[in-house]
């Protein structure tokens, strides 16, 4: 396992332990909400750790499925619940992916694909995007077993109409995955979800880490056609989600508006940020999730990244060709917000 990086060092950028605790570190680097889950969550979070623990969970999380199936108007065959939506992602890649299988997307993407399609020994067909973070066409030729969609995509913040992933489904004859992590931050529309009444081969993965502000329960969906989610469903761990975090994300899903108040609170901050970073000469695509990636031509932003780490507000970067000169900063709160954007002024001035 020598050619896979450790998934951890990969995601974050640092060594468990390392991590800040606290204190007055701002933590913009892994994409968090930095209000609060909805009330009710916490609360049935508080009453499942009880003597009941001593039982362990409905094994399919049928509570949390069916309150989903609910909330998005599917039947609950069509949902299957993950210990996060990367638990999904690893199950999807386990179920439809063998060795030589060839896997598609656009990249640069969320990186944790890379990593499971070289567990499966399968074969990564990447296809750069343009600079203006529209789909490739080459992907709309592309033959493979799976592709995977990022949407809005990871690191870019950029938005696929639901209308050009039907296309895409449709001329694509394995598995299109559209991993919505982020899509509640984009405008209403956008998910890729009303396609699943027409492609069976459509699957449509969501998270409870951003905006349900639940990243420490670690809750997933999987949405689709009940025949694939049968196959899918072959590969998981009997009880893969705690009663604890089933609880909290039916009950999240209960307060789907408190959920949405704080997506509102956050796309507000986003487009300040947006400007704020322009103004310190930063090149800031448009952004749908809850970061955006800013961009200084040619210009290596690791040492920026180093610095702010320094003065206790944690940004990301990549090393890559493609993403040296950009960091990926979360939207946090507005006094966050005030923080990073006068500790990056600070730096600038000092270059
Ligand atoms: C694009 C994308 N998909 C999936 C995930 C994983 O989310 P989860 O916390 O549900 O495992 C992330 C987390 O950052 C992400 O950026």
Redesign the pocket.
């Known amino acids: 396992m020598s050619r896979v990086r450790p998934i951890v060092e990969r ?1 974050h950028g640092y060594v468990p332990g390392e991590q800040p605790q606290g204190g007055r570190v701002v933590k913009l680097n ?2 968090e909400n930095p209000y609060p889950p909805a009330p009710g969550a916490v609360e049935a979070a508080r009453a499942a750790v009880s003597a009941d623990l001593r039982l362990y969970p409905e094994p399919s999380a049928r509570p949390l499925r069916e309150e989903a199936a609910r909330v998005y108007g599917v039947r609950p065959e069509q949902v299957l619940a ?8 690893t199950m999807l890649m386990r179920a439809v992916v063998g060795p030589d299988d060839v896997v598609v997307y656009p990249e640069p ?2 990186s ?1 694909y890379d990593t499971l399609v070289t567990i499966q020994e399968g074969r990564a067909l990447t296809i750069p995007f343009p600079d203006d973070f529209t789909l490739p066409p080459a992907l709309f030729a592309a033959e493979g077993r799976l592709m995977m969609i ?1 949407n809005p ?3 870019s913040g950029s938005l696929t109409p639901i209308a050009t992933i039907g296309e895409l489904a449709r001329g694509f004859d394995g598995v299109v995955a559209v ?1 919505e ?2 899509v509640d931050f984009a405008p209403p529309g956008s998910s890729a979800l009303p396609l699943l009444a027409g492609h069976d081969n459509v699957v449509v ?6 905006s349900f502000s639940l ?1 420490g329960m ?3 969906l999987l949405f689709g056609h009940a025949d694939l989610l049968a196959e899918i469903a072959k590969v998981k761990d009997s009880y893969n989600l705690n009663r604890v975090a089933i609880a909290a994300g039916a009950a999240a899903l209960g307060e789907v508006e408190w959920m949405e108040r704080n997506v509102a609170r956050i796309t507000a901050t986003r487009a300040r940020l947006s400007e704020r970073l322009a103004g310190l000469g930063y090149d800031v695509l448009p952004s749908a999730a809850n970061f955006v990636l800013a961009r200084r031509s040619g210009e290596d932003q690791a040492p920026v990244q180093a610095a702010l780490r320094t003065r206790g507000v944690l940004v990301r970067h990549f090393a890559t060709d493609r993403l040296r000169d950009a960091l990926r900063i979360s939207v946090g709160t507005e006094d966050e917000t005030d923080r990073l954007l006068a500790e990056l002024a600070a730096i600038r001035v000092g270059r």
């Open positions: 995601m892994t994409n993950g210990n996060g939506s990367d638990e999904l992602l993407t969320y944790l990022c995509n990871a690191p991993d992590a982020y993965l969501r998270t409870f880490s951003k990243a670690r809750i997933g």
